[in-house]
């Protein structure tokens, strides 16, 4: 499975934009990108996806650079309650569904 | 819909004795994940099934632990005997197996302490 680099964690303040990094330099044309992120207590949630175009949604949008090396994850505006552990996942088009969860990025939002 | 729903929610056992925890996937989801979760390791995948057959069990750990899912809405995950290490979180999770995207809804989770 490709891997993903995340860094361990990120502090943001309430209100402004949060951009989490992901680099994934062996991805292939195949794999989709994918986040999640796990609120304290809880199970992972999905948050976006996508494969080669940015994508947007009522949660987040997801950059997706050119060479699709890295992906960057933008939340508008944080909020308190987007407070979470942040992870970015490879996974195989067509093939295996599984979700192999790394380390992820915890995300401290400051009010 | 009531989401993926996992039984018990906390779980505290003696070393040696055999602990099941259950799982209800959501309706029409026909993928079925179970999750370890530890400070020390994160999350791992233990097993996945899809339309109630193990199509993956390279993540558990060792004999001890086996999974079965008799039918599309019910799931479990023995341990037999438990051991103090394997003291975690463990989270169900579900999703529909369509073309090729599919996003998985996770459970609450099972905290389980062996002592």
């Known amino acids: 499975d490709a891997k993903t680099t995340q860094p361990n964690s990120m502090e943001s303040n309430e209100e402004e934009p949060v951009h989490l990094p992901c680099n994934h330099s062996t991805i292939s044309g195949t794999d989709y990108i994918h986040w999640y992120r796990q609120l304290p207590s809880q199970g992972p949630e999905y948050v976006i996806h996508?494969?080669?175009s940015n994508v947007n949604n009522r949660m987040a949008s997801l950059a997706i650079a050119e060479d699709r090396k890295s992906s960057t994850l933008i939340l508008h505006r944080a909020t308190l309650r987007d407070a979470a552990v942040y992870y970015c996942?490879?996974?195989?088009?067509?093939?295996?569904?599984?979700?192999?969860f790394g380390k992820g990025t915890k995300l401290t939002v400051n009010p | 819909d009531a989401g993926v729903i996992q039984s018990p929610r906390h779980e505290v056992t003696e070393m040696g004795q055999e602990v099941t925890l259950r799982c209800k996937p959501i309706?029409?989801?026909?993928?079925l994940f179970w999750y370890r979760q530890t400070m020390m390791r994160g999350l791992e995948l233990l097993i996945y099934?899809?339309?109630?057959?193990?199509?993956?069990d390279s993540g558990m750990p060792e004999d001890r632990f086996s999974a079965k899912m008799p039918n599309a809405s019910f799931s479990t995950l023995k341990i037999q005997p438990s051991e103090p290490r394997d003291s975690a979180v463990y989270f169900c999770a579900s999703s529909l197996r369509f073309r090729e995207f599919t996003e998985a809804f996770f459970g609450q989770g099972t905290r389980l302490t062996v002592v």
């Open positions: 996942i490879l996974s195989k088009r067509g093939g295996s569904e599984k979700l192999v």
């Open positions: 996508g494969l080669t």
């Open positions: 309706s029409g989801h026909n993928s």
């Open positions: 099934f899809n339309n109630n057959v193990p199509i993956d």
